[in-house]
Nanobody, 125 residues
Framework: EVDLVESGGGSVQPGESLRLSCVHS?????????VGWFRQAPGKAREGVAS????????FYVDGMRNRFTISRDNSESAVYLQMNRLKPEDTAIYYC?????????????????WGQGIQVTVAS
């Protein structure tokens, strides 16, 4: 079983930054384990933001996300991070991290088997 716990969410004003953390436990081989960040705004479908291979550190971004969001990992801490800069009101959503033993790493929610409970990010004046 894979457990994932998100932290770092909250309420910020437009233009500010947040860093989300996802602490994961996994029995999978690090070389094949993909961890991704997703988000779901009210009334909208869950969408991918970015994903990363725990072994190689290779990253994969949804178009348009790379400009302001950066995914990274620290395997010594069993953590994956999402640095979010210049936040906008439209970034308001519940953010989830998820893990999958897949190759290639994707940003498609249905490809991911294990999910955290999610954490709220609100961007408002």
């Amino acid at each position: 079983e894979v457990d994932l716990v998100e932290s770092g969410g909250g309420s910020v004003q437009p233009g500010e930054s947040l860093r989300l953390s996802c602490v994961h436990s996994s029995v999978y081989s690090y070389n094949r384990n993909c961890v991704g960040w997703f988000r779901q705004a009210p009334g909208k479908a869950r969408e991918g933001v970015a994903s990363i291979y725990l072994g190689s550190g290779d990253t994969f971004y949804v178009d348009g996300m790379r400009n302001r969001f950066t995914i990274s990992r620290d395997n010594s801490e069993s953590a994956v991070y999402l640095q979010m800069n210049r936040l906008k009101p439209e970034d308001t959503a519940i953010y989830y991290c998820a893990a999958a033993l897949i190759s290639p790493c994707t940003n498609i929610p249905r490809d991911f088997k294990h999910w955290g409970q999610g954490i709220q990010v609100t961007v408002a004046s």
